[in-house]
């Protein structure tokens, strides 16, 4: 296994190479986006820290009360506020709210290129180290777990599958990327497999 230093030296690397945006789309080419869709920005925080195990990254699990996307797997994150100064304050300020990560607990890293979602979002995913010893405090209403992937099973390619169900009466495949009993998928699996090719290609 690569050492964290090594790691995150080549995460760096990986963020200095110019990524290509990425949308939950890409693997449904017959999809016809309209010009006058509404985007709305928004920005998630990939949270890495250090284990004993190695480095490993933040996931939520999202709670079964919300309206949208009840009980999947995300990322701290969400739209930006008209107070927010740019993308990774937006970022921030959300993973204070969703697992209570503190500004100063958090070094920011770089940011990738970003991902459009199927509900009209342009999600920028922030990468950042995560302080050692960092305890998360939930937002029951938002989140019902925190939970840690190794970065290294994350960087992986042989550990996406693309799936399909049917969706709107078509069939749409997506990216999964599974790790214990969590089923990480849509643009959660999507935003990770962009990193990992991003960073193979550096």
């Not at 509404?38 to 490993?56: M, R």
């Not at 550990?159 to 049917?166: D, K, S």
């Amino acid at each position: 296994m690569m050492p964290p230093t090594d790691q995150l030296e080549t995460i760096q690397r990986g963020l200095l190479q110019p990524g290509r945006p990425s949308s939950d789309y890409d693997l449904n080419a017959d999809v016809v986006l309209s010009k006058d869709r509404k985007i709305t920005p928004a920005a998630v925080l990939i949270g890495i820290v250090e284990t004993d195990a190695g480095l490993e990254v933040i996931l939520t699990k999202r709670s079964p009360r919300l309206k949208h996307h009840p009980g999947q797997i995300a990322f701290p994150g969400g739209k930006q506020d008209p107070g927010d100064k740019d993308l990774v304050s937006t970022a921030l300020r959300e993973a204070m709210e969703e697992i209570g990560l503190p500004d100063q607990g958090a070094h920011v890293l770089g940011q990738m290129a970003p991902h459009e979602t199927v509900t009209g979002f342009s999600v920028t995913p922030v990468l950042a180290t995560v302080e050692t010893g960092f305890v998360p405090e939930l937002e029951i209403g938002e989140v019902s777990e925190a939970f840690t992937v190794p970065l290294s099973h994350i960087l992986e390619p042989s550990n996406y599958i693309v799936e399909g169900r049917r969706w709107r009466g078509a069939q749409r495949y997506y990216f999964t990327v599974p790790y214990g009993p969590y089923y990480i998928w849509g643009a959660t699996a999507r935003i990770l497999r962009a990193l990992t090719d991003q960073i193979a290609a550096s």
